[in-house]
């Protein structure tokens, strides 16, 4: 370089040579991508103009959990006085960055992976993973398109859009007064990791070095980043909040507590394994977390973080309890995980157990042995939900749904679901809601009669839904798509019996 000159190639033989005293004039040229550039496709966007009048801003308060309630029942019925649109339902369906035709019934990628594979990869790293949120009028939504969503819940219309990190956010986010908490991280292992995981499983970490993994905290209104809290494993379950504080594991095996203000870090035990999707329950002061490799329910104490009890599944594999969030109530934990594999026919089966855990000993209760089935891709557990005394769970194995008794064990009824597909259904948690139960799987809506497991109501949506429950808010079910749409459907298209006038 000529002294006094800076270079700039401007092609493969050329070089503009430029007085160093001139570079201070020269506007730098932003990136596609660059936050600080306006017109970038990941800058935030927010729209005010779209956010619910103050009469709209209806439904829950809060969301504290995955699934809505340690119950992971996500029925909530609103005021006879309160407006007619959510008493009534709204229709309509809201595309996310890369939308995906609803009509279309084949995955990306179908192609190079098959229809079976492709299912659930769509579902890791294209669109919704979980459910959505609907607190005050707005539904939240992450999506692995590496986007967060807000939007109002009777028009459908956006009112901010955000991508904090460049990472997978397959969460259910938490809406806690004016802030909303999402859980960033991928499926991914780097080949160190996978080196490490072979020679030491306890120390090898899910998400480790792939990309910025941990908590994000947006302000509910406009979706500005006000704090992060980084983990070194993937954060992909969603945390719990308690006691002012939010519960995370992750996928390098460490349970955190933190400060749900400002993100500070309280305590930190590490338990080994991989968290998967299996999100914390918070219940009368303790943690429950479900890890994979070594499978284990493990209950701490939420104050200090000290292990209680640990709970096991016999025969589980490696990634079954860590794709599964336990749900407690009346001091039971229901957990499921896929076990048991051997050859049927040349062919790899497997079977889903679930077992309740006495939530304050650990005590095994009763297990349930679903029955065997061929062997899925990812997401192999359903999520277990509580209502009453009856547990609703489903197997991807056999593709079907269960009523248990929470007590006893008992199984009152077996629901198989109509054409499941090749990578099979039943993963959701159900939903009860006015003494009907609501199930989203495949690309449909079913309604079963909570008594007897007998269909009384149909609705197809299209795209698919992953570990996806029906978040009902007065007369209208909303949902996430992996075909990265958020969807709303009115409760009585799904129901014809459904009374718009009840509380």
């Not at 692995?144 to 904090?164: C, E, H, V």
């Not at 005590?363 to 999520?383: E, H, Q, S, Y």
Request: with cysteine; aromatic share 10%; glycine share 12%.
């Amino acid at each position: 370089m000529i002294k006094g000159y800076y270079a700039i190639g401007i092609a493969v033989t050329a070089t503009l040579l430029i007085p160093t005293a001139a570079l201070a004039s020269i506007t730098p040229v932003l990136q596609p991508g660059n936050p600080f550039d306006p017109d970038s496709p990941f800058a935030r966007l927010y729209l005010p103009q779209n956010a619910p009048k103050v009469k709209d801003k209806v439904g829950p308060a809060e969301w504290t959990h995955a699934y809505g309630s340690p119950t992971h029942n996500a029925g909530f019925p609103v005021s006879a006085h309160a407006p007619a649109w959510i008493r009534r339902g709204v229709q309509w369906n809201f595309p996310e960055a890369r939308a995906w035709p609803l009509t279309d019934p084949t995955p990306f990628g179908a192609k190079v992976d098959g229809v079976k594979e492709a299912l659930p990869v769509q579902t890791q790293f294209y669109g919704n993973a979980l459910g959505v949120s609907m607190v005050r009028g707005v539904v939240y939504a992450e999506s692995d398109d590496m986007f967060a969503y807000a939007i109002n819940a009777r028009t459908g219309k956006l009112i901010w859009r955000t991508s904090p990190v460049g990472n997978n956010l397959m969460g259910n986010p938490l809406v806690i007064g004016n802030r909303v908490y999402l859980s960033a991280g991928s499926v991914s292992f780097n080949f160190a990791n996978v080196v490490e995981f072979k020679t030491d499983p306890d120390k090898a970490g899910r998400g480790k070095d792939i990309s910025y993994n941990g908590i994000y905290c947006l302000n509910s209104k406009n979706g500005k980043l006000e704090w992060y809290f980084p983990t070194a494993g993937d954060a992909m379950p969603t945390p719990a909040y308690a006691y002012h504080s939010l519960y995370i594991s992750t996928g390098d095996g460490n349970v955190y507590r933190i400060n749900a203000s400002d993100g500070k870090q309280i305590w930190k035990t590490h338990v080994g394994g991989i968290a998967n999707m299996s999100s914390p329950a918070v219940w009368h002061g303790r943690v429950y977390v479900g890890m994979s490799v070594v499978p284990g329910l493990y209950a701490l104490n939420a104050r200090t973080g000290s292990v209680d009890w640990k709970g096991e599944i016999p025969g589980a594999v490696n990634t079954g309890m860590g794709d599964v969030s336990p749900a407690v109530a009346q001091g039971v934990v229901v957990m499921d995980a896929v076990a048991d594999p051997k050859l049927v026919d040349g062919k790899p089966t497997m079977v889903t157990l679930v077992r309740g855990f006495n939530a304050k000993t650990g005590a095994a209760l009763w297990t349930d042995n679903m029955g065997r089935g061929a062997k899925i891709p990812a997401f192999k557990g359903g999520v277990p939900m509580i209502h009453g005394n009856v547990v609703y769970v489903g197997s991807p194995v056999t593709s079907d749904y269960d009523a248990i008794n929470l007590d006893t064990g008992k199984v009152l009824w077996t629901w198989h679901v109509p054409h499941p597909g090749p990578a099979g259904a039943a993963r959701g948690a159900p939903t009860y809601y006015q003494h009907m139960l609501y199930i989203s799987t495949g690309p449909d809506l079913y309604v079963l009669n909570p008594k007897n497991g007998q269909e009384v109501g149909h609705y197809h949506v299209g795209g698919r839904f992953g570990i996806v429950n029906p978040t009902i808010v007065g007369g209208t079910i909303y949902l996430g798509n992996s075909w990265d749409w958020v969807n709303a459907v009115p409760v009585k298209d799904v129901y014809s019996g459904f009374n718009t006038a009840k509380d």
